[in-house]
T-cell receptor, first 113, second 114 residues
Framework: EAQVTQNPRYLITVTGKKLTVTCSQN?????MSWYRQDPGLGLRQIYY???????DKGDVPEGYKVSRKEKRNFPLILESPSPNQTSLYFC????????????FGPGTRLTVL | AQSVTQLDSHVSVSEGTPVLLRCNYS??????LFWYVQHPNKGLQLLLK??????LVKGINGFEAEFKKSETSFHLTKPSAHMSDAAEYFC????????????FGSGTRLSIRP
């Protein structure tokens, strides 16, 4: 089954404790991205990657890191989480970033205390 | 630069009546436009997309949207609302000039009255 998986689905952590949210897709897509969803703001792109070893900043990259060492995986790293990073996070993949359908993961609800 | 504005944060209609969700965009180059739907506590699913072919685009579940370049609009419509249409809807814009960024609107919550 074609899918995007994220782990964990729910996470409660404390300020400053490094965490990683994993994302994996099995569709051989080249384009992957991370979003955060906050009430009234829609989804905002954090980082995106057009292919292996190619990543770039979206609209809200501060406080986040990503890497793309393999085509299928695109982990999101919060090295020192803060309460303003409490949000719902989605990973997505597609063939390209411009004209193709994005396939979304189920979301990760993160709470930073 | 590009941006997208969803003109209504909440729309409420009666079951069986038409639905109109409004979206205006700004893009320096030819845009691609999408509508995605998010049902409560679920992920996002593509409803339809415009990528410079026919300006009237038909999607799933009876939804359609018309790309109007002169009005910079991409409104989503459905002739007859169903209870299962209650969800949040997002208008999305991309373009080849945008360095591959993808811009979402702030969303419109659609409620259906019995």
């Amino acid at each position: 089954e074609a899918q995007v998986t994220q782990n964990p689905r729910y996470l409660i952590t404390v300020t400053g404790k490094k965490l990683t949210v994993t994302c994996s897709q099995n569709m051989n897509h080249e384009y992957m991205s991370w979003y955060r969803q906050d009430p009234g703001l829609g989804l905002r792109q954090i980082y995106y990657s057009m292919n292996v070893e190619v990543t770039d900043k979206g609209d809200v990259p501060e406080g986040y890191k990503v890497s793309r060492k393999e085509k299928r995986n695109f982990p999101l790293i919060l090295e020192s989480p803060s309460p303003n990073q409490t949000s719902l996070y989605f990973c997505a993949s597609s063939w390209t970033g411009q004209t193709d359908t994005q396939y979304f993961g189920p979301g990760t609800r993160l709470t930073v205390l | 630069a590009q941006s997208v504005t969803q003109l209504d944060s909440h729309v409420s209609v009666s079951e069986g009546t038409p639905v109109l969700l409004r979206c205006n965009y700004s893009s320096s180059y030819s845009p691609s436009l999408f509508w995605y739907v998010q049902h409560p506590n679920k992920g996002l699913q593509l409803l339809l997309k415009y990528t410079s072919a026919a300006t009237l685009v038909k999607g799933i579940n009876g939804f359609e949207a018309e790309f109007k370049k002169s009005e910079t609009s991409f409104h989503l419509t459905k002739p007859s609302a169903h209870m299962s249409d209650a969800a949040e809807y997002f208008c999305v814009v991309t373009s080849y000039s945008s360095a591959s960024k993808i811009i979402f609107g702030s969303g419109t919550r659609l409620s259906i009255r019995p």
